[in-house]
């Protein structure tokens, strides 16, 4: 029966689904992510009976031994999930700031953002969640046991595993950058002898950490020799990270922030996340224009889009920050009738001014320059099972390798999530994003971010699952992913490989990637009004999506970086 649909199949479609084949199919399950090894770790749980949630928690503890970069224990997440009963969840295991941080701790004696303190040290340090977030999911929507979960990321790190190019260069430049920093050296830089390609990387000191959080979960990590550790690295670079904060943090689980799209549903994170808010809002604002006879990335497709993310990024700035501790309008950010306003101004000719669509009043906006650092910190990965549950992580240490500090003697590295926080309203953080008092610094609470794991379904079934690393870049790279596959129909892998452009309304500036934009297209854009700026390919989003014609889960890694899925 199956041989005689894919006959049928092949003669109606002929050489064009050929041409655009998917690489990754499997009939039960699917993992995309940044690392083969932890692809394989999540499929070795599948196998072995587990749903999507113990999956995602053995791929998110392998990425922490085999992507030191973004993966972790001494940084934070998100994850969205689906049960194919119908349950729908959002944990938040975001890092949150320690009980002695505080409004203007990033400024100077003059009342400046004092450079590189929320960078790099142990004051960037927010509380790790990721530990914490781990066992909230395995509790509530886990089938496995903590024993099993870990399995996969504890071999990785005791057996060792080969250095992957990507990571060998990470460990290069890091030997450099992370001078002041013995421990990280020591670990990850062989103390200055670096890894070479296909080198056996052990770490075994990392193990010792797994072994701890497998045998005791949070006690292991939270309390006990683990945080003690982290306490006394903390310190040693200038942090004020406390054992009553490691014994305080919790992960929370919040209601996703929802939405439609031309018919499908939109799941998404909600705040302490910007991501989900800006996602839909966008969406709600491109669901009333048409993009049928517009060419993709023509001048007036590039203006629609930009219009629409130039004004949530606008929105981004004044209303998104921690639910806990600031009212974010979330209801109306998300309505189609705040989408309707919010474009009344828009020129179907001509750019609209960044500075007319939200004047800020204040004068440290003049200093904003363009551009904002960007590097591949930050990792997503997706997974779904057999039963059709689906998974969304996006996970962080910030910056790549975070704060550069080591836990010493636990082979783990702490985040630099506390330049996320808006150090001083208005001034621009490192990706060149603007914030204010809803993400003004307050011990305990969750820095802003834009993390934005998603979930597309119609009726009630799973159909995509999505997200991306890449700072401010992260949101625009899921909606341009989602608007390829809904507006474009584009097949998953076309729409994830697809060039990409960004506009976070502050600089006022379009950034395209490589391939993205044609000089004739770009002399028009700029004719309306705009300022373009060349830069890097941006975003690595990890997605998965069910086939149309077997019914079974087609995975779309990102190829622009470094991305792999397992399938079976
Ligand atoms: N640290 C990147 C983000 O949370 O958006």
Request: proline share 4%; with cysteine; glycine share 10%.
């Amino acid at each position: 029966m199956k041989l005689y649909k894919l006959n049928i199949f092949i003669v109606i479609l002929s050489s064009q689904l050929i041409a655009s084949q998917p690489i990754i199919y499997g009939d039960k399950g699917v993992v995309v992510a940044h690392s083969q090894a932890a692809c394989d770790a999540g499929i070795e749980i599948l196998k072995d009976g587990g749903n999507a949630v113990d999956a995602a928690v053995a791929v998110s503890y392998a990425l922490a031994v085999t992507h030191p970069q973004a993966g972790n224990l001494g940084g934070g997440g998100f994850m969205l999930i689906q049960m194919a009963d119908g349950r729908k969840a959002a944990l938040d295991y975001r890092e949150m700031a320690p009980g002695q941080a505080h409004r203007d701790m990033f400024l100077d004696d003059s009342g400046y953002v004092a450079e590189g303190k929320s960078i790099r040290g142990g004051l960037a340090v927010g509380v790790p969640g990721t530990v914490a977030g781990m066992q909230l999911a395995l509790d509530k929507y886990g089938s496995m046991s903590r024993k099993k979960v870990l399995k996969p990321a504890i071999h990785l790190a005791q057996k060792g595993f080969e250095v992957p190019y990507d990571l060998a260069y990470s460990f290069g430049w890091l030997n450099q950058a992370a001078i002041d920093f013995d421990e990280t050296r020591r670990i990850f830089c062989c103390n200055g002898e670096l890894y070479m390609p296909g080198d056996l990387f052990k770490q075994k000191d990392l193990a010792k950490t797994l072994k701890l959080i497998q045998k005791k979960g949070n006690k292991g990590f939270y309390e006990g020799a683990v945080a003690e550790a982290l306490l006394k690295s903390s310190t040693a670079h200038g942090g004020t990270i406390s054992l009553e904060d490691m014994a305080n943090y919790k992960a929370l689980e919040r209601v996703p922030v929802a939405g439609i799209y031309r018919g499908f549903d939109i799941l998404s994170m909600p705040p302490p996340s910007s991501g989900g808010i800006a996602l839909i809002s966008m969406l709600n604002m491109m669901e009333a224009m048409s993009f049928d006879s517009l060419g993709w990335h023509s001048a007036q497709h590039i203006h629609r889009l930009t219009e629409v993310e130039k004004r949530a990024y606008a929105d981004r700035s004044v209303w998104l920050g921690d639910p806990d501790f600031f009212e974010v309008p979330q209801n109306t950010l998300v309505s189609k009738a705040y989408a309707q306003l919010r474009m009344l101004d828009y020129d179907s000719l001509n750019a609209t001014p960044s500075d007319s669509i939200y004047p800020l009043n204040d004068r440290d906006l003049q200093n904003i320059g363009v551009g904002g650092y960007e590097s591949e910190e930050t990792t997503h990965f997706s997974v779904v099972d057999q039963w059709g549950n689906a998974v969304s992580v996006t996970t962080t240490l910030n910056w790549s390798f975070g704060s550069y500090v080591t836990v010493e003697g636990y082979g783990f590295l702490l985040n630099n999530e506390m330049d996320d926080f808006s150090s001083k309203p208005g001034v621009p953080n490192s990706f060149g994003l603007i914030g204010n008092a809803a993400n003004a610094i307050e011990p305990g609470k969750r820095m802003l971010s834009s993390m934005t794991p998603s979930i597309m379904s119609k009726d009630g079934k799973v159909v995509l699952v999505l997200g991306s690393p890449g700072g401010p870049t992260i949101i625009t790279s899921v909606l341009q992913v989602i608007h390829n596959l809904v507006d474009y129909g584009m097949s998953l892998q076309e729409a994830v490989n697809a060039p990409r452009l960004h506009h976070q309304w502050q600089p006022d500036v379009i950034q395209y990637g490589p391939r993205s934009i044609t000089e004739e297209t770009a002399a028009e854009l700029m004719q309306m009004g705009y300022q373009l700026q060349a830069r890097s390919a941006f975003g690595e989003v990890n997605a998965i999506s069910r086939d149309q014609i077997f019914g079974g889960w087609v995975g779309a890694p990102d190829y622009r970086i470094a991305s792999h899925g397992s399938a079976y």
